[in-house]
């Protein structure tokens, strides 16, 4: 059967309806239930050696109390403006100084820190500090006061670099971003540091624990330790065919992740490691801890080296490929897809 509607009367009537603030599904119902996903989000790489210079220089543009946070944004070319490296997550590059302070505020956007470059600076996260040291994991959950800090050059600091890991896009979507700063500049400290990671971090919890928020208590994830974990597991003969060996942080009181909106990764490929390919409906970002070798993010490919990050846009065909023994630490929006039901996945 025939529209009675075509040529300009359907125009007329397009705008007739334009008045009353509706519009036709039928105009835009392909774009708007594709038949698989068509992110906008595009793979990239940010070559550490060629951006850590001008992270270096925003230490002499502006001060880390004026900024509150020192932070080049890693803005995904496909999503201009957005302060996106992928339509739901965020990631940056911050920098403190030697004698420099974070101030300490609070937000609903949960954080992640994955440091880079630089030891010896610190978090706080809700009275207890953790020191800062290459390769560890550290984060700051939704609505917990943090401050960073850094010695003195006097007292051994020297610059510390760290990848910022958020969920602000997401958070915005629901239009649920809150924030509030501390009335000073740094909170006080009321627990010996490795206080969380002794009555958390060894398979056990303290007696009476009660589980009453989905983050971990357990802001601060070494890298030795992780390391350690991947080494043993590869000398035990462990090594998938597409992920080397992978590892997933976990919230140790529920098994969950280590934050209800974001997932964390590390894995290892040895050297000569030619993996197979995969996709899932995660987006995901990619810090290089140690080695060498290339990915293949759809039909881009990228070369790597230590603290290079890239991204994988939802369901883009991943091949990682090692010249070097290389770890890997990743990030994504795996924990919402997954509780939606939306979460994809598929090996070659």
Known sequence: MTSSYSGPSRKAYYDQIAQRRMAPLWESLHSLVPKAPQPKAQAAIWKYADVRDLVMQAGAIISAEEAVRRVLVLENPGLPG?????????????????????????????????????????????????TMHPGDFIITPSWTWHDHGNPSVEDGGEPVVWLDGLDIPLVAQMDAGFAENFPEATQRVTR?????????????????????????????????????ALDALYRNGELDEWDGVKLRYVNPTTGGWPMP???????????????????????????VVEGRGSVAIGEDEFTFEPHDVFVAPSWSQVRLSASSESVLFSYSDRPVLAALNLLREERA
């Not at 957005?82 to 609070?106: C, D, F, M, V, W």
């Not at 440091?115 to 953790?130: F, M």
């Not at 009453?212 to 350690?228: C, L, N, Q």
């Not at 990764?265 to 030619?274: D, E, N, R």
Request: net charge positive; with cysteine; glycine share 8%.
């Open 192 to 228: 010996p540091e490795g206080d969380s990671l002794a009555r958390f971090g060894h398979n056990m919890v303290p007696v009476r624990h009660r589980v009453s928020d989905p983050t971990s208590p357990v802001f601060s994830y070494p890298y030795a330790r992780s390391r350690e």
């Open 82 to 130: 957005k302060s996106s490296i992928t339509p739901n997550l965020y990631g940056g590059l911050q920098l403190i100084l030697p004698g420099e302070i974070a101030p300490s505020h609070r937000h609903t956007q949960s954080a992640l820190r994955f440091i880079v470059e630089g030891s010896g600076a610190w978090t706080a996260v809700n009275g207890e500090r953790t």
């Open 261 to 287: 909106t974001i997932a964390t990764f590390m894995q290892y490929l040895p050297a000569g490691f030619s993996g197979r390919v995969y996709r899932s409906t995660d987006a995901t970002i990619y810090c």
